[in-house]
């Protein structure tokens, strides 16, 4: 299954803004997305509350996991890159 290993370095850590692009880009997309904190919960990324209530920082780190398809490299490469933007 392909996953990406992220450091969170948005600003302010994972706030509503960053969550609901995320669970838009997941809406999106034909298969489940998990996110895994560092304290092994494990949510469905397609889930506003479920991934405020990881609470995550600056700094924390997480997997995105989705399963095998056309397209899973780069939903996960955007996802990645809304929770550590390019500087």
Known sequence: MPTRH???SA???????P???LVRLVQAHDARV??????GATVDLSSVLAVMDLA?????TVDLETS????????????????A???
């Not at 998990?34 to 304290?39: G, I, N, Q, V």
């Not at 095998?68 to 929770?83: H, N, Q, S, Y």
């Open 6 to 8: 992220v450091i969170i």
């Open 11 to 17: 600003h302010n850590g994972v706030h509503a803004r």
């Open 19 to 21: 969550v609901a692009e």
């Open 34 to 39: 998990t996110l895994r904190a560092a304290d």
């Open 56 to 60: 995550l920082a600056p700094g924390d």
């Open 68 to 83: 095998e398809g056309a397209g899973a490299d780069t939903l996960l490469d955007t996802l990645a890159a809304v929770l």
């Open 85 to 87: 933007p390019p500087r």
